[in-house]
């Protein structure tokens, strides 16, 4: 493989992750792969978009790997309800707790994602690390928050003729 064959394989891998993942699922209108902007006909709800860049390619060998991950949800779904968190960790059992009003839907999305993601050495050489969370706005009325992680990849890859 040599320097972007393996974005697709990779965004199925995470597109698969987060579907199979309860608590995402359950609290996620729509797991699109790729950016997405709402717009006026687009239906209330909560997403996760997400995609791959290379920021900067190292040298021949080697390429940095970003996951950019965007959560979010229209002011009327964001408020948590009871029993918010439904089981979605399966390390976590007290998940089934009620919630609390601090918390909402975007930062118990983001929790499970940063599980998933944060150390997972299914991407990438070593493992993948979080580099930052920080606000995301892309529509009025919309509110969510983008993750950002980090991972070094190999560039070229031996090839058979």
Known sequence: ??????????????????????????????????????????????????????PQVRDKHLKDL????NVFSHKEQICHEQNLYEQGS?????????????????????????????????FGIDGVSLVSVLAHSPAKDYYGKQLTYAALDFNQKNRTK
Do not use: W
């Not at 359950?26 to 797991?31: A, F």
């Not at 970003?66 to 991950?69: A, D, G, K, L």
């Not at 059992?93 to 150390?119: F, H, K, M, W, Y």
């Open 1 to 54: 493989m040599a320097y972007l064959e393996e974005i697709p394989r990779y965004k199925d891998k995470l597109f698969e992750q987060f579907t199979q993942n309860l608590t995402i699922s359950r609290h996620t209108s729509q797991i699109l792969p790729y950016p997405f902007v709402p717009n006026e006909q687009t239906q209330n709800g909560t997403y996760l978009a997400f995609d791959l860049y290379v």
């Open 90 to 122: 399966q390390e976590e059992s007290s998940d089934t707790q009620a919630s609390a009003p601090g918390e909402n839907r975007v930062d118990l999305i983001c929790a499970e994602i940063d599980r998933i993601l944060n150390g997972n050495r299914d």
């Open 66 to 69: 970003q996951i950019v991950v």
